[in-house]
Nanobody, 115 residues
C-alpha cells in the first residue's frame, strides 16, 4: 500500500502562484509514475501533469508553460509549481501514484483562484 498526503493548496489571486507538495509513504519502492490530477465541481477528474521515476514529464495543454512538476525521490515527494494561475484552475488537486498495476490517490487539496 502507498499513502499520499498533499499540502500547499489555498486561495490565490489570478496571476499568482502556488506550490503543491505530495509526500508518499508505505510501499514506495513500487512507485514508478507520480502525478497530479484535478477535479472542478460538476466536472470529471482530469490529468494535470505526470512525472516518471526516470523519464519525461507530461502536461495537459491547459497548463503547459505555467505549471511545472518535479520530483525528489530521496524525499518521496512530488511537487507542482503553479504560476500565472487562472480562474479556471480552481479545483481540488489530487496527487496520484502508480505502483505496479495499482493506482493510488491522495485526499485532495483545494486550490481557489479569485479575480
Amino acid at each position: 500500500q502507498v499513502q499520499l498526503v498533499e499540502s500547499g493548496g489555498g486561495l490565490v489571486q489570478a496571476g499568482g502562484s502556488l506550490r503543491l507538495s505530495c509526500v508518499a509513504s508505505g510501499s514506495i519502492f513500487s512507485i514508478n509514475v507520480m502525478g497530479w490530477y484535478r477535479q472542478a465541481p460538476g466536472k470529471q477528474r482530469e490529468l494535470v501533469a505526470t512525472i516518471p521515476r526516470n523519464g519525461r514529464t507530461m502536461y495537459a495543454d491547459s497548463v503547459k508553460g505555467r505549471f511545472t512538476i518535479s520530483r525528489d525521490n530521496a524525499k518521496n515527494t512530488v511537487y507542482l509549481q503553479m504560476n500565472s494561475l487562472k480562474l479556471e484552475d480552481t479545483s481540488v488537486y489530487y496527487c496520484n501514484a502508480i505502483g505496479g498495476s495499482t493506482m493510488y490517490w491522495g485526499q485532495g487539496t483545494q486550490v481557489t483562484v479569485s479575480s
